[in-house]
């Protein structure tokens, strides 16, 4: 099965500044009959079920705003948030769907400088 | 407009079952993956299982051979039964639309202890 690692496992960011979140997967999945990334990025609030924010690696959802960006192939992602707001402050999972058995990596606690 | 209510939840021993369902609305279930997905309190999120629209399900090894995904088309909901329950099961469990879920419900909390 494939494993997803994200890194760091916390952050602090200064308001305005930029937040990166990095997201490894044990095998590639990217599908290569349509070159997409089965990859998902959520943001989590307290108290709260997860938002989804990016889905295939950098397709954002309507709605969200544009300084969250997802990049990344293969085995490697990042979400990046451009310049970071108070209400960014979250625990942040990236999720593959390749196949039928999928798996989120373990989350990034975002908290601000 | 889609919603998902997750009720079910509750206290029960380690050994006991457990049925949870997902209630749909604005969609129909069976046009659509469905999974589950748990959260240990301050844990992260795991995956537990899915449900895909021609019915094949699919179990992460942590619950394989003691859940079982199932969906009623008449009542339009999701269902998860929990058999040979552990402590190591409590969390709060999800339901979710789509393999990329956008659409969630709100949880409800499974707590396995004598």
């Known amino acids: 099965d494939i494993v997803m690692t994200q890194s760091p496992d916390s952050l602090a960011v200064s308001l305005g500044e930029r937040a990166t979140i990095n997201c490894k997967s044990s095998?590639?999945?990217?599908?290569?009959?349509?070159?997409?990334?089965?990859l998902a990025w959520y943001q989590q609030k307290p108290g709260q079920p997860p938002k989804l924010l990016i889905y295939?690696?950098?397709t954002r959802v309507s709605g969200v705003p544009d300084r969250f960006s997802g990049s990344g192939s293969g085995t490697d992602f990042t979400l990046t948030i451009s310049s970071l707001q108070a209400e960014d402050v979250a625990v942040y999972y990236c999720?593959?769907?390749?196949?039928?058995?999928?798996?989120f990596g373990q989350g990034t606690k975002l908290e601000i400088k | 407009e889609v919603q998902l209510v997750e009720s079910g939840g509750g206290l029960i021993q380690p050994g006991g079952s457990l049925r949870l369902s997902c209630a749909a609305s604005?969609?129909?279930?069976?046009?659509?993956?469905m999974n589950w997905v748990r959260q240990a309190p301050g844990k992260g999120l795991e995956w537990v299982s899915l449900i895909q629209n021609d019915g094949r399900t699919y179990y992460a090894d942590s619950v394989k051979g003691r859940f079982t995904i199932s969906r009623d088309n008449s009542k339009n909901t999701l269902y998860l039964q929990m058999d040979s329950l552990r402590a190591e099961d409590t969390a709060v469990y999800y339901c979710?639309?789509?393999?990329?879920?956008?659409?969630w419900g709100q949880g409800t909390l499974v707590t396995v202890s004598s």
């Open positions: 095998q590639n999945i990217l599908y290569s009959s349509n070159n997409k990334n089965y």
């Open positions: 295939w690696a950098s």
């Open positions: 979710a639309r789509d393999s990329f879920a956008e659409y």
């Open positions: 604005g969609f129909i279930v069976s046009n659509n993956y």
């Open positions: 999720q593959h769907y390749y196949g039928t058995i999928y798996a």
